[in-house]
């Protein structure tokens, strides 16, 4: 289990996107937009009998299919996509999620099944923005209920058959069904998205039925709010997905300059902006309705994340669709006007992105990051179904966890956990695993982190997050054997020897050279920026074996001895004064041929496994939620306000920066749980750590008061840990942060493999790709 919607949510998107297909084409609502009413009554009623579509989230017993928001959240994103014209919001999503709650109420009862049989059309008075805190109130006289004042802008209200009205009296707040006969004054207006219809609501000593009183009406309507925000949230989904995709295959196909528009990086690099965009607000929504069921007290900060991430994401990619499409796009006859007022007036429905994230704020203070269970890439269930939890108990009652700080029982214990197949559990069996799918890891790693194991990727992560993965993958049974244990203890510390002074972004034009002598092969060149280099035991290394050849095709991959004669490795002080970097001097170093990962030539192919899981152990992280650079931040925030230094731009800085936190960790989850080996998608974890973490610890110095001006020192120290995600001190890591976005692929080339490798945009010709590497000019 994950929290995406399973096998029969996406089932349920076949048959409603096939649907819409037919009945939501652009024409239907170009037509529909320009009716009184918006929508077509046969399509609403074969929608309701034929699919079951309005009763998906009402009880069985009331015509409806009891099903989850989960489904129901599925049928709001394809309606987003197809930009469906019908009450279906005002309806579905939020009068019947309301009179759900009350439905032990006879004419509520009586109303859902209405709606589950498509003979109901209903709203609620208080979806948008009001006049007044409470426009409506309502009096009880002998006769019953009644309702008097206005409800400014009612989504559907033009045409609603009934209203759940949320009024004021004299002793508190009551909820009431309205049926919106003559009594009730219904004036059009004119939406800026005419694909939803909005009205002006009078009441005028209306005869209202009671379904709620004081704490329990409002009960109500909060979780009407947020349910319905989930749904609103899932919509807006959807519309930003189907703008991504218009806009990658009009890159693809506009020619300008003689050439594909796609091709140009401006473009190239807003699409992957987009495609982070669309993909963070896939997270949150689905994260939001999974805890609308699995954890109800957690719904309304789930609610509120979604809604600020997913109305901000569709409102960019929407203004981004139409600056892409150029001057086709400002016009009417293009769609993507249609769906950027569909963004933009959604952004308001509910409650806005800066109202969200002011709820949101209030929850994480409160929190303290006390934030119930954590769904991690594979679930306890799964795991007890395959045996795997119970063998980990009976793992860590024979051999108990010793204390972190004793090393040499650390290294023990983890050699005992390769040896039961219990250290990177995807690995054949023999070699420190169970051929079981990834996504199981991450649980493996918190159970055995909750027992108190030692951390080992700080001060060994080119070892576990870049060298295990590639020997499994390329080595030997031999070498396999040699490295694969001995690295996973923390006995063999790795350094990486990629990048060179003319070889950074452009790897695959490295200098280093390796000729052949018998068994053995001669290295000469520099590497540079080799983290940990000056601690570690073995390195990864790739150097040109052939500069006859294409530059791609005549590399060979080394694993390399660091205490090797010729291996001359120099501190490389960086701009926090210490020398967590190096720079490495390789003169006439023997490497035997029994240490080539791969086999000659093929060494770009081995490499780019190495990359693809350096940009997983770099950004596919998934703390606890709050936790890491995003919780520094907010003890950072919480010392400020005891000082008095904080104001509300300032809480929506944090908030920002805490919901986009919020959505990577929940992006990295979904990516785990695939089980799926790194591919270029792993760019997007990397890209939003990046940008992320220089985002929030700007934020820690911006807010740290005087003590900014300061810094502890610029000693000149060789660390023997990895400050990749930030330190204790947040103005060093700020410093140490400005290398995120340039490490492990700068976020430039990362929007590039997402452009051209994850959204399919053509590449910008590279006229050295065909040339041998020798008559290509260097830097």
Not at 70 to 96: D, I, K, N, Q
Not at 276 to 284: G, L, P
Request: proline content about 5%; glycine content about 10%; hydrophobic content about 40%.
């Amino acid at each position: 289990m994950t929290y995406m919607p399973g096998e029969d949510g996406e089932e349920l998107r076949k048959v409603v996107r096939a649907f819409l297909a037919q009945h939501s084409a652009e024409a239907d609502v170009r037509r529909l937009m320009e009716t009184p009413d918006g929508y077509d009554p046969a399509v609403w009623t074969r929608a309701a009998g034929e699919l079951g579509l309005h009763g998906l989230a009402i009880p069985e017993e009331l015509g409806g299919s009891g099903t989850t928001p989960v489904e129901l959240g599925v049928v709001f994103e394809e309606m987003g996509r197809a930009l469906f014209c019908g009450p279906f919001l005002s309806t579905v999503g939020l009068a019947a999620t309301a009179l759900t709650q009350v439905a032990d109420n006879e004419i509520a009862a009586k109303t859902l099944q209405g709606i589950a049989a498509g003979e109901v059309v209903a709203t609620v008075s208080w979806a948008t923005p009001q006049s007044l805190p409470h426009p409506v109130r309502a009096e009880q006289t002998d006769a019953g209920w009644t309702v008097s004042g206005v409800a400014d802008t009612v989504i559907d209200g033009a045409l609603a058959s009934v209203v759940v009205v949320h009024a004021q009296t004299f002793d508190g707040s009551v909820l009431l069904l309205v049926n919106a006969d003559g009594s009730v004054k219904r004036e059009p207006l004119t939406p800026m998205d005419s694909t939803r219809k909005l009205a002006r609501l009078t009441f005028n000593d209306t005869a209202a039925e009671l379904l709620a009183v004081g704490e329990e009406a409002d009960r109500v309507r909060r979780h009407t709010d947020d349910v319905g925000a989930l749904y609103l949230a899932a919509e807006q989904l959807g519309g930003a997905s189907f703008v991504l995709e218009t806009s990658v295959e009009y890159a693809k196909n506009r020619i300008q300059f003689g050439r594909p528009i796609g091709t140009f990086q401006a473009i190239k690099h807003r699409c992957a902006d987009m495609l982070i965009d669309v993909e963070s607000a896939r997270s949150v929504v689905y994260h939001g309705l999974w805890t609308a069921v699995h954890e109800p007290s957690n719904l309304s900060a789930g609610a509120a994340l979604a809604r600020s991430v997913a109305s901000d994401a569709y409102q960019r990619v929407a203004a981004d669709n139409i600056q892409i499409h150029g001057g086709i796009g400002f016009t009417w006859e293009h769609s993507a006007h249609l769906y950027l007022k569909r963004a933009k007036s959604s952004q308001l429905l509910l409650g806005s992105p800066r109202t969200h994230r002011a709820r949101l704020a209030q929850e994480v203070m409160a929190r303290e990051n006390d934030w119930g269970t954590e769904i991690p890439g594979a679930s306890q269930d799964a795991l007890a179904d395959s045996g795997l939890l119970a063998e980990l108990e009976a793992f860590n009652a024979e051999n108990p966890v010793p204390p972190a700080d004793d090393r040499d029982n650390d290294r023990r214990h983890r050699e005992k956990r390769f040896d039961a197949g219990l250290a990177i559990v995807a690995f054949d069996e023999g070699f420190g695993g169970r051929g079981l799918p990834s996504s199981q890891q991450a649980v493996v790693d918190e159970f055995f982190a909750r027992a108190g194991a030692a951390e080992h990727m700080a001060r060994n992560i080119i070892g576990l997050g870049m060298a295990l993965p590639t020997i499994h993958a390329h080595g030997t049974p031999e070498q396999r054997k040699k490295f694969l244990r001995p690295t996973f203890s923390g006995e063999y510390i790795w350094c990486q020897l990629f990048s060179e002074p003319g070889a950074g972004s452009d790897l695959a034009g490295l200098a280093t050279r390796a000729v052949r002598d018998g068994d053995e092969y001669v290295i000469n060149g520099q590497k540079v920026w080799t983290s940990l280099g000056h601690v570690a035991d073995w390195g990864l290394l790739v150097a040109r074996t052939n500069p006859d050849v294409p530059k791609h095709k005549g590399l060979t991959y080394f694993l390399l001895d660091m205490r090797s004669p010729g291996v001359d490795v120099r501190p490389l002080r960086q701009i926090t004064g210490e020398a967590e970097f190096n720079e490495v001097y390789l003169t006439d170093v023997r490497i035997p041929a029994e240490n080539v990962l791969g086999a000659e030539g093929e060494g770009w192919k081995v490499a780019l496994t190495t990359l693809a899981n350096e940009r997983v152990a770099l950004g596919q992280r998934t703390p606890p939620r709050g936790s890491g650079p995003i919780g520094q931040a907010v003890e950072v925030y919480r010392q400020a306000v005891a000082d008095g230094r904080t104001d509300a731009a300032v809480t929506e800085r944090l908030m920002l920066l805490w919901a986009r936190a919020e959505a990577a960790r929940l992006t990295n989850i979904r990516a785990s749980a695939r089980g799926s080996e790194p591919g270029p998608e792993g760019s997007i974890a990397k890209l939003q750590m990046a940008e992320l973490n220089k985002a929030i610890y700007e934020f820690c110095v911006d807010l740290s008061g005087p003590s900014a001006l300061e810094v502890p020192g610029y000693d000149d120290t060789a660390p023997t840990e990895a400050a990749v995600h930030g330190g204790a001190d947040v103005r060093v890591a700020y410093l140490r942060s400005l290398a995120n976005s340039i490490e492990g692929g700068t976020s430039e080339v990362l929007r590039n493999i997402l452009g051209e490798r994850v959204l399919g945009l053509p590449a910008e010709h590279r006229f050295d790709r065909d040339i041998p590497w020798k008559d290509v000019p260097r830097s």
